[in-house]
């Protein structure tokens, strides 16, 4: 890793930003709005002090505000309900919340909502069916699937030789997390070379032959677009080093110091991998901005010749026969140009200070839209899908991004659910399934036919969901069924990380030197300098690891689980029970039950696409659904605990109906620990119909 030349002390939290009077910074950026959208929308009232908290709710950047609040809080956002709350005036609350935030936080979250004028359009009737609203995905991060040269590091040649996985679960569309030249400080979301293989993983032209080979088997493909960055070995970095008052310096963030102050970085933005969001570069005399690790460099949109090179990128790989990309923290990519200091408290509660000024920055909407144009949506070009990664989207804002009517992204992945009440990735502690019960009603309650939702558990920058809701060894099995069963059988697109179809847990990695993600490395080394001892940073570090998601696949019961015949990049711990061979083999197994609930997903359209009821929600440890499609019904219940659940209601004769459970033995009326059952219903209705090809 490249460490700078120069450590910068961090920042003291200079509120520079926010005495420059955010209200006019703000107005300005509404009135760029309302000219760059392409139809006339229902405008949102525009929130002054004298309105009221449940107006500023019922706005929507407002209402993303509020409930991120609260969940970090680990409080319900029906407070906004109570009268005394929500009647409150935006001007009482400030001066309220001053004493504890510091100046400006209510004008700054107003000012926030204030820049985005419109509001999400439920669209009326069903939503349109599109191939990307009825696919299963699957993320497969190369550098773990499959290693098909020894060399220890997963490879495309590995991909294809395994692609029949795939194919056998039932896999609609693959998504390739980068498989670029890169240096790989962060694991390949650092790019040197969009148009090139990493060496490692193979050559362009097998990429050509995985991108055939997985349409053949009628599955489509999509790469990881990361470009909120570059690596700092891209062409384009270098020539802004050589250069940095020409062409290419003006693709980044390059600032010279305050002669004031020269040892502070122009900022007090931060890293969400730790530390400063900046860097000093003593060749070349200035800063240079990083949101996340030093090497990766931050793009600078506002460039037209930035968003230029972006559409020859997408154009080059479109080209070659993909059928869209997963856009790596594409929310990130406009930031205001006075890049204002970030609020105190926001950073803390954010545990990363600045963010709030480019999550859901000023230019972000025509960004997305011009690229859609440009390279998504040319004449005569197949359609593909638009994932935005999104960190700090929340419901209404995710609306926004993504409503069939706006021309913008088609899919987000919003982050909230992944940690239950108030806790952070970091901590050490049960996910609540209840608690996600909960926001994924409320958030299935407020989609119309012009939106949808995807549906993840894991990724490659998260710990295993198994591990957090119940690391006891007993339940694996059953929960793996279980998570399997919700994303699988509720609305929306599910994405799969790999490992998770064979019910992948955390690994018992033994100190810091068995991972290999930068985040854990900075993290660790910023606890340690922090004060704290090297046994509990490693607890925390060991808890949210991004390596439990990067751990290679295992595809046999040898030592080594099949991944390679050489050193694994990444230690692999023994599983016995849990490679592919060994639950190929089980028909009980996860791997079974992923795929017996794809094939039901195929054959019936109401599990794709139809209208979801939620049955009883109020009754604690119990989740249950239908999904309706015309005369298709389908009932989903689930017991989220480890106890057995009774159902005092139980219709016996529905037992008839049972279409896919998750035990071998099943109880009329009671649930075992984590148990889920998919019926037909009612059990004696015909209309179900036969299989239908979906592709
Ligand atoms: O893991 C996180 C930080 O602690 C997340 O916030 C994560 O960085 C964020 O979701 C963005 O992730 C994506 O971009 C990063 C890359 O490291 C991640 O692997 C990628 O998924 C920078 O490219």
């Not at 029949?164 to 390949?188: K, Q």
């Not at 997305?368 to 999104?390: D, K």
């Not at 119309?448 to 060894?473: A, C, Q, Y």
């Given at each position: 890793?490249?460490?700078p030349?120069?450590?910068?002390t961090?920042?003291?939290?200079?509120?520079?930003?926010?005495?420059?009077?955010p209200?006019?910074?703000?107005?300005?950026?509404?009135?760029?709005?309302?000219?760059?959208?392409r139809r006339?929308?229902?405008?949102?009232p525009?929130?002054d002090?004298?309105?009221?908290?449940?107006?500023?709710?019922?706005?929507p950047?407002?209402r993303d505000?509020i409930?991120?609040m609260?969940?970090l809080?680990?409080?319900s956002n029906?407070w906004?309900?109570n009268?005394?709350?929500?009647g409150?005036?935006l001007?009482?609350?400030d001066?309220?919340?001053r004493?504890?935030?510091?100046?400006?936080l209510?004008?700054?979250v107003v000012?926030?909502?204030?820049?985005?004028?419109?509001?999400p359009?439920p669209g009326?009737?069903q939503?349109?069916p599109t191939w990307w609203?009825?696919?299963v995905?699957?993320?497969v991060y190369?550098r773990?699937?499959?290693?098909?040269?020894?060399?220890?590091v997963?490879?495309?040649?590995?991909?294809?030789?395994?692609?029949?996985?795939?194919?056998?679960?039932?896999?609609?569309?693959?998504?390739?997390?980068?498989i670029?030249?890169s240096?790989n400080?962060?694991g390949?979301?650092?790019?040197?070379?969009?148009r090139?293989?990493?060496?490692?993983?193979?050559t362009l032209?097998?990429?050509?032959?995985?991108?055939?080979?997985?349409?053949?088997?009628?599955?489509?493909i999509?790469l990881?677009?990361?470009?909120?960055?570059?690596s700092?070995?891209?062409e384009?970095?270098?020539?802004a080093l050589?250069?940095p008052?020409g062409?290419?310096?003006?693709?980044?963030?390059?600032?010279?110091?305050?002669?004031?102050h020269?040892?502070q970085p122009?900022?007090?933005?931060?890293s969400?991998?730790?530390?400063?969001?900046?860097?000093?570069i003593?060749?070349i005399?200035?800063?240079?901005?990083?949101v996340?690790a030093?090497?990766?460099?931050?793009l600078n949109?506002e460039?037209?010749r930035?968003r230029?090179?972006?559409?020859?990128?997408?154009?080059?790989?479109?080209?070659?026969?993909?059928?869209?990309?997963?856009m790596?923290?594409?929310?990130?990519?406009?930031?205001?140009p006075?890049?204002?200091?970030?609020h105190?408290l926001?950073?803390d509660?954010?545990?990363?200070?600045?963010v709030?000024?480019?999550?859901?920055?000023p230019?972000?909407h025509?960004?997305l839209?011009?690229?859609?144009?440009?390279?998504?949506?040319?004449?005569?070009?197949?359609?593909?899908?638009?994932?935005?990664?999104?960190?700090?989207?929340?419901?209404?804002?995710?609306?926004?991004?993504?409503g069939?009517?706006?021309?913008e992204?088609?899919?987000?992945f919003?982050?909230?659910?992944l940690?239950?009440?108030?806790?952070?990735r970091?901590?050490?502690?049960?996910?609540?399934?209840e608690w996600?019960?909960?926001?994924l009603?409320?958030?299935?309650?407020r989609l119309?036919?012009n939106?949808?939702m995807t549906?993840f558990f894991?990724?490659?920058?998260?710990?295993?969901m198994?591990?957090?809701?119940?690391?006891?060894?007993?339940h694996?099995?059953?929960?793996?069924?279980l998570?399997?069963?919700?994303?699988?059988?509720?609305?929306?697109?599910?994405?799969?990380?790999?490992?998770?179809e064979?019910?992948?847990?955390n690994q018992?990695f033994?100190?810091?030197?068995d991972?290999?993600?930068?985040e854990?490395h900075?993290r660790?080394?910023?606890l340690v300098?922090?004060?704290a001892?090297?046994?509990d940073?490693?607890?925390?570090?060991?808890?949210?690891?991004r390596?439990?998601?990067?751990?290679?696949?295992?595809?046999?019961?040898?030592p080594g689980?099949?991944?390679t015949t050489?050193t694994?990049w990444?230690?692999?711990?023994?599983?016995?029970?849990?490679?592919?061979?060994?639950?190929?083999?089980?028909?009980?197994?996860v791997?079974?039950?992923?795929?017996?609930?794809?094939?039901?997903?195929?054959?019936?359209?109401?599990?794709?696409?139809?209208?979801?009821?939620?049955?009883?929600?109020?009754?604690?440890?119990f989740?249950?659904?239908f999904?309706?499609?015309?005369?298709?019904?389908?009932?989903v219940e689930?017991?989220?605990?480890d106890?057995?659940?009774?159902?005092?209601?139980h219709?016996?004769?529905?037992?008839?109906?049972?279409?896919l459970?998750?035990?071998?033995?099943?109880?009329s009326?009671?649930?075992?620990?984590?148990?889920?059952?998919?019926?037909?219903w009612?059990?004696?209705?015909?209309g179900?119909?036969?299989?239908?090809?979906?592709?």
């Amino acid at each position: 890793m490249d460490v700078p030349a120069r450590t910068p002390t961090p920042a003291p939290v200079r509120l520079r930003g926010l005495g420059r009077e955010p209200r006019a910074r703000y107005r300005l950026l509404v009135q760029g709005r309302k000219k760059r959208h392409r139809r006339a929308r229902p405008e949102n009232p525009t929130l002054d002090d004298a309105a009221r908290v449940r107006d500023f709710y019922a706005h929507p950047v407002g209402r993303d505000v509020i409930d991120k609040m609260f969940h970090l809080q680990g409080r319900s956002n029906r407070w906004v309900d109570n009268p005394i709350v929500g009647g409150m005036r935006l001007r009482t609350l400030d001066r309220l919340v001053r004493l504890f935030t510091g100046h400006e936080l209510v004008p700054l979250v107003v000012d926030l909502a204030n820049s985005e004028p419109h509001a999400p359009d439920p669209g009326e009737g069903q939503p349109e069916p599109t191939w990307w609203k009825e696919a299963v995905f699957y993320q497969v991060y190369p550098r773990s699937f499959a290693d098909s040269d020894g060399d220890g590091v997963g490879d495309v040649g590995g991909i294809l030789e395994h692609l029949d996985h795939l194919a056998d679960l039932g896999v609609d569309c693959v998504w390739l997390s980068p498989i670029y030249d890169s240096p790989n400080e962060d694991g390949g979301y650092d790019v040197r070379d969009y148009r090139a293989v990493m060496a490692e993983m193979g050559t362009l032209d097998q990429v050509d032959a995985l991108i055939a080979a997985c349409h053949a088997r009628g599955m489509r493909i999509i790469l990881d677009l990361v470009v909120n960055h570059t690596s700092h070995e891209h062409e384009w970095f270098q020539r802004a080093l050589a250069d940095p008052d020409g062409p290419h310096g003006a693709y980044y963030f390059l600032l010279p110091a305050d002669p004031e102050h020269p040892d502070q970085p122009p900022n007090n933005w931060e890293s969400a991998f730790t530390g400063p969001a900046w860097r000093w570069i003593p060749e070349i005399e200035r800063w240079v901005l990083h949101v996340f690790a030093p090497g990766q460099p931050d793009l600078n949109w506002e460039n037209p010749r930035v968003r230029d090179e972006v559409v020859e990128v997408c154009r080059w790989w479109f080209d070659r026969g993909i059928d869209g990309f997963r856009m790596d923290v594409i929310n990130f990519i406009s930031k205001p140009p006075d890049l204002p200091d970030g609020h105190e408290l926001i950073g803390d509660l954010l545990q990363v200070a600045g963010v709030e000024h480019y999550f859901y920055g000023p230019r972000l909407h025509e960004y997305l839209r011009e690229l859609r144009e440009r390279a998504f949506e040319r004449p005569g070009s197949p359609p593909r899908v638009m994932v935005g990664e999104t960190p700090g989207i929340g419901v209404e804002t995710g609306r926004l991004l993504t409503g069939a009517d706006r021309g913008e992204l088609d899919l987000v992945f919003s982050f909230d659910h992944l940690e239950s009440g108030s806790h952070s990735r970091f901590e050490d502690y049960r996910y609540d399934l209840e608690w996600y019960k909960r926001y994924l009603i409320d958030y299935q309650s407020r989609l119309g036919s012009n939106d949808w939702m995807t549906l993840f558990f894991e990724n490659h920058d998260n710990p295993r969901m198994i591990s957090k809701v119940n690391p006891e060894p007993e339940h694996r099995v059953a929960l793996g069924k279980l998570l399997g069963t919700l994303q699988l059988t509720m609305r929306g697109t599910p994405f799969i990380h790999q490992g998770q179809e064979l019910a992948a847990v955390n690994q018992p990695f033994t100190g810091i030197g068995d991972l290999q993600d930068v985040e854990a490395h900075r993290r660790f080394r910023a606890l340690v300098d922090e004060g704290a001892s090297e046994e509990d940073a490693w607890a925390q570090v060991l808890t949210s690891t991004r390596d439990h998601g990067r751990v290679p696949l295992r595809w046999d019961a040898s030592p080594g689980g099949g991944f390679t015949t050489g050193t694994p990049w990444l230690v692999v711990h023994p599983d016995p029970g849990f490679s592919v061979a060994e639950q190929a083999a089980d028909p009980d197994s996860v791997l079974q039950h992923y795929r017996r609930l794809i094939a039901l997903r195929r054959r019936h359209r109401a599990l794709r696409m139809g209208d979801v009821t939620f049955v009883d929600p109020e009754r604690v440890g119990f989740f249950g659904w239908f999904r309706t499609w015309g005369t298709q019904r389908i009932r989903v219940e689930l017991n989220l605990t480890d106890e057995p659940l009774t159902l005092p209601d139980h219709d016996p004769d529905a037992d008839a109906g049972l279409l896919l459970g998750s035990h071998t033995v099943v109880r009329s009326g009671t649930l075992a620990p984590y148990e889920s059952r998919v019926y037909r219903w009612p059990a004696v209705q015909q209309g179900l119909g036969a299989p239908e090809p979906q592709r």
